[in-house]
């Protein structure tokens, strides 16, 4: 079995911090491409920031020059520091890994429960 959970969320006020941290567990041969999404109440769940294998980074405009997303391969685990947050970032946050589980296996996406992140003064 494999799975990805998420921490970190909470209740921040607006212009503050949080960071959003995700651990893969189980049986885990190979990590490619993680990232972060959102879903804010209402809308569809969009692509927050990537991270490749070798820390490629991207993220959406709307979070550039705020947001920072990392890993640790040895860990597994890949985290992604808010900061400068405003309202309009509430949503659940959810983290997604590329994963293979054996040398043979084929890559297959994983995705965690998310975690709720909401500013608010």
């Known amino acids: 079995q494999v799975q990805l959970v998420e921490s970190g969320g909470g209740l921040v006020q607006p212009g503050g911090s949080l960071r959003l941290s995700c651990s893969a567990l189980?049986?885990?041969?190979?990590?490619?491409?993680m990232a972060w999404y959102r879903q804010a109440p209402g809308k569809e769940r969009n692509l927050v920031a990537t991270?490749?294998?070798?820390?490629?980074?991207d993220y959406v405009d709307s979070v550039k020059g705020r947001f920072t997303i990392s890993r640790d391969n040895v860990k597994k685990m890949v985290y992604i520091q808010m900061n400068s947050l405003k309202p309009e970032d509430t949503a659940v946050y959810y983290c997604?890994?590329?994963?293979?589980?054996?040398?043979?296996?084929?890559?297959?996406?994983?995705w965690g429960r998310g975690t709720q992140v909401t500013v608010a003064s």
């Open positions: 997604t890994a590329q994963i293979r589980r054996s040398p043979s296996g084929l890559w297959a996406d994983y």
């Open positions: 189980g049986s885990i041969f190979g990590l490619n491409t």
């Open positions: 991270i490749t294998s070798n820390g490629a980074t």
